[in-house]
């Protein structure tokens, strides 16, 4: 492995023991932040996420890869029907609330639609998707969803970049 000092790059083979840089090189990829929903037995279930890509037009597909880690991954693995919404900067409190808590929607305008599936109000997109296909993918689920409903609306983009939040507003 080489070290970083200045500004010169930090060369290394991804292992077991090093994890921590491999997470920040991937951090280096600026994105989008999203909180995606479904119901539950528990009650409506929450968790922020960034690994979001749209895949296809026809059909309307788009993919999401929760951790399999998480306390919340048994409600993700098995949900047939939930919602990705991409979050504005002004709702940078609700990607902190869910990544602290699954059922953070108290302090949330949000509705339930015809599946079970909470809608948080607001957000700069909404994917109401159907799920599609799901495939192993390390540590993660790679969930290929059908998008059956969506909405958007104008503003500036909640970020995450190098482990922190930050803003994108259009020109």
Same mark, same amino acid.
């Given at each position: 492995m080489t070290m970083q000092t200045a500004n010169h790059p930090v060369t290394f083979e991804p292992a077991s023991e090093n994890t921590r840089l491999l997470r920040d090189a991937f951090g280096r990829f600026a994105t989008g932040v999203t909180i995606v929903t479904t119901g539950s037995e528990d009650g409506p279930v929450g968790i922020t996420a960034n690994s979001f890509s749209s895949v296809s037009l026809e059909p309307p597909l788009v993919l999401w890869m929760p951790d399999k880690g998480s306390r919340r991954f048994q409600y993700f693995e098995a949900a047939e029907h939930y919602a990705i919404h991409v979050l504005s900067?002004?709702? +940078?409190?609700?990607?902190?609330?869910? %990544?602290?808590? %699954?059922? +953070?929607?108290?302090?949330?305008?949000y509705r339930t639609d015809a599946n079970g599936v909470p809608l948080i109000e607001n957000c700069l997109a909404r994917f109401e998707c159907r799920r599609h296909a799901a495939y192993e993918g390390g540590d993660h689920l790679i969930v290929l969803g059908e998008v059956v409903q969506a909405e958007m609306r104008s503003g500036d983009a909640l970020t995450f970049f190098a482990g922190k939040l930050g803003q994108i507003t259009p020109q």
């Open positions: 900067h002004e709702q +940078a409190e609700i990607c902190s609330g869910f %990544a602290r808590n %699954a059922q +953070a929607f108290d302090q949330l305008t």
